[in-house]
Every structure is written in structure tokens, then in C-alpha cells.
């Protein structure tokens, strides 16, 4: 197994980072379960309560963020289906910790609105997202979506610093 070096002189092996995005993703998978599990017990049905800025009510989202395209759940539940096998076929070369980071949270929070699409009602592959966040002038949200956001942040910083998956860095071209 080839190892690359970092500029630190650390190893940088695939198994390591590919453990890092395992544990990021059961993290936020995790979270996710719990959260929607105790909103739906406890609030769903009564009044919105809030705290300072944040407001908890738990809605349905059958679309994907800010509600958009709200009858397109199927092609939604397949797009999370091709970002999952994507990102676990990515994890063999991965050797960036960033990048097992931001891959973790993408993995994590598809992961966790996938569920909801295939187990919740109103049947499998067609199941509305529990959404129960919501600040003033944004969108119901989750911790899946969070993790999402989070993770895509991270994702465009590495790609800005140039920082590959395998842990290289692009050079720019200078003429």
C-alpha cells in the first residue's frame, strides 16, 4: 500500500482517513436519528417553541432544501443513492483528513435524509424528510442538512486550497 507523505513528514494512510469518515458519518447519522426521534415524539402536533433565534416545529419536507421541487421525492431518494455509493467508492483514495471530513458529513447527512425518504411515510423511496430547525428569514431544517452544508463548505475551502483527496496538492500553473 502505497503511503503519501505530508509536508509534516506524517503518513497519510487510506484505512485511517477512510475510518475517520466512517466515524464523521455514524456521528452525524446518529445525531440525525436521535434528533428526529425525540422532535416527533415531543413536539410534533403542538405549537412551535422557541429559544432566542431558533424556533423547534417540526414539519415534512417531501423536497429537497427550502422545500424546492417538492414532487420530486423519488429523484431525489436517487440522488442520494448515487452520492453514498460515490463517496464510499471515493473513501479507498481517500488520504486527506480534510477531505474524510467534509466526505463523513456529506456521507452522514445524505445518509440520514435517506432514511426518512425510504422508511417514513407515505411509502419507501417516496418518505418526507423530518425538518425541525428553523431560524428567522431561513428555512426548516435538520441535522443531516447541516451536516450537508458543513460538509460542501469544506469541500469548495479544499478545493480552493487546491488540497486532492489522495492529500496531493494542485500547483497552479504560473507562466
Request: net charge positive; charged share 15%; glycine share 10%.
Amino acid at each position: 500500500m502505497r503511503e503519501l507523505q505530508t509536508a509534516r513528514g506524517a503518513a497519510l494512510t487510506p484505512k485511517r482517513r477512510a475510518g475517520l469518515l466512517a466515524v464523521v458519518a455514524l456521528l452525524v447519522v446518529t445525531a440525525d436519528a436521535l434528533t428526529k426521534a425525540l422532535v416527533v415524539a415531543h413536539l410534533e402536533g403542538r405549537m412551535p417553541r422557541s429559544y432566542g433565534p431558533l424556533t423547534l416545529e417540526v414539519s415534512r419536507n417531501s423536497g429537497s432544501a427550502f422545500s424546492f421541487a417538492e414532487g420530486a421525492t423519488v429523484i431525489f431518494t436517487a440522488v442520494a443513492v448515487a452520492v453514498v455509493v460515490v463517496i464510499v467508492r471515493t473513501a479507498s483514495r481517500l488520504r486527506s483528513a480534510g477531505w474524510a471530513l467534509s466526505l463523513g458529513l456529506l456521507l452522514g447527512g445524505a445518509v440520514g435524509n435517506l432514511t426518512d425518504r425510504l422508511l417514513r411515510a407515505p411509502g419507501v423511496g417516496r418518505g418526507a424528510v423530518v425538518d425541525f430547525l428553523h431560524l428567522p428569514h431561513f428555512a426548516t431544517f435538520n441535522v443531516a442538512d447541516s451536516a450537508i452544508s458543513v460538509g460542501a463548505a469544506v469541500a469548495v475551502l479544499l478545493s480552493v486550497r487546491g488540497v486532492e483527496v489522495d492529500g496531493t496538492r494542485r500547483v497552479a500553473d504560473r507562466q
